[in-house]
């Protein structure tokens, strides 16, 4: 079985996060999401709208989602130590970074394949965000 792992705010859902979890679950077979726990969020200097029991919920009724977990730790491996998944999922910004080329390494050693997956560059929680800020002003 091929189990698949992914995790993000997934504030203000919207079609990008949509068609990287169509496209996720459409490569494994079990499609786990980790969704950021607020406190997490924080780490960017942000804030979320949503606050993460909807979000969580959101994400738990999305039908190519088949578990939303709590992501209360930046650190993938970790969560690969506790669920063992087959594919990581993650957003093409990564790719060639420092940061993931070393987790890269780390994850082939235990037999890990990382997928990028190109942004949805039309949309995005940032922008959408944005504009609701300059509606209110």
């Given at each position: 079985m091929q189990i698949g792992y992914t995790s993000g705010v997934y504030d203000l859902f919207h079609i990008g996060h949509l068609n990287l979890l169509r496209n996720a679950k459409g490569l494994c077979d079990k499609l786990i999401v980790g969704v950021t726990v607020d406190k997490?969020?924080?780490?960017?200097?942000?804030?979320?709208?949503i606050p993460f029991e909807e979000r969580i919920e959101i994400v738990r009724n999305i039908k190519y989602v088949d578990i939303a977990i709590p992501q209360e730790d930046l650190d993938k491996f970790k969560m690969w130590e506790k669920l063992h998944f087959n594919t990581l999922f993650v957003g093409d910004d990564w790719f060639s970074s420092?940061?993931?080329?070393?987790?890269?390494?780390?994850f082939k050693d235990v037999g890990v394949k990382i997928v990028y997956f190109p942004y949805t560059k039309s949309t995005s929680s940032t922008i959408i965000s944005n504009t609701l800020k300059n509606l209110k002003q």
């Open positions: 997490l969020v924080a780490y960017k200097n942000k804030e979320a709208v420092p940061r993931w080329q070393e987790m890269e390494e780390k």
